[in-house]
């Protein structure tokens, strides 16, 4: 049933945020999930209501911890949005399993006509405090990118991403 998968995810990301639900990137990571869970129910009369809790819920992170992440990016399981604070992850932005979103972060696109090229990160990527990834770029396995970076082409799997714009190094 639905509920349980719901329930069962938020469990996840509690672990994840080691067992605090006061801290923000878990009551965000909560409210996304109560989001996409929301879209999957088919009658229009529930869905109205709870389309309003959660948009109440989405604003309510993004205006008080300043974490912006709507329904309909794709995030993973294990995902841990470290600090709160100027995170802005545009909505069709694709976020692998085991990430780590550090503060001030902005993932994005880079020109208005073309809203569907959002960052792609896949699975145990870093990003850094300040970090900037625009357009349809991939980050791959296991990369990190480095503080105040901005990434504007792909990053391979394992490498480290750092500089403005960012050059890419691989590490050992």
Do not use: K
């Not at 692998?96 to 006509?113: E, H």
């Amino acid at each position: 049933m639905m509920g349980r998968g719901l329930r069962a995810q938020i469990r996840a990301d509690f672990a994840v945020h080691g067992g605090d639900w006061t801290r923000p990137g878990f009551r965000t990571l909560a409210v996304y999930r109560f989001g996409v869970w929301r879209m999957g129910v088919r009658s229009r009369w529930l869905r109205g209501p709870l389309s309003a809790l959660y948009r109440w819920g989405f604003r309510w992170c993004r205006n008080v911890y300043g974490i912006e992440l709507p329904y309909t990016c794709t995030v993973g399981q294990g995902v841990v949005i470290e600090h709160q604070g100027g995170i802005v992850i545009h909505g069709a932005t694709v976020i692998g399993d085991r990430c780590i979103i550090r503060q001030n972060c902005t993932l994005g696109v880079r020109r208005l006509d073309r809203l569907d090229d959002a960052p792609i990160l896949m699975n145990d990527v870093h990003v850094g405090a300040g970090a900037v990834i625009l357009g349809r770029v991939t980050i791959g396995a296991g990369a990190a990118i480095g503080a105040n970076a901005v990434v504007l082409t792909d990053v391979p799997a394992g490498a480290l991403a750092i500089g403005v714009p960012a050059t890419v190094r691989l590490r050992h």
